[in-house]
């Protein structure tokens, strides 16, 4: 697991590596420390659904998407 923080300490970007290489669950962080994005990387390829959240008005809302051999597709 790799991990980057902001210089206050609030987690930023959380990466599941495998083998040396990002492999497992992505997840990004607003500067509240919020769940921005997350996703699955398959030897740093994206892949699968991935969400991004969205905190207007301090509200949640979700925009998700699909990725199929590391590009975003329509659904």
Known sequence: LWESFTPEGIL???I???????HGTWRSFDPSG???TSGYLEHGT????????FYPDGL??????RY???RPVEE
């Open 12 to 14: 930023r970007t959380s």
């Open 46 to 53: 994206p892949v699968g659904d991935w969400t991004d959240y």
């Open 16 to 22: 599941e590596y495998r083998d040396g290489g990002a």
């Open 60 to 65: 949640l809302s979700l925009s998700r998407y």
């Open 34 to 36: 919020r769940l921005a």
């Open 68 to 70: 199929v051999d590391g």
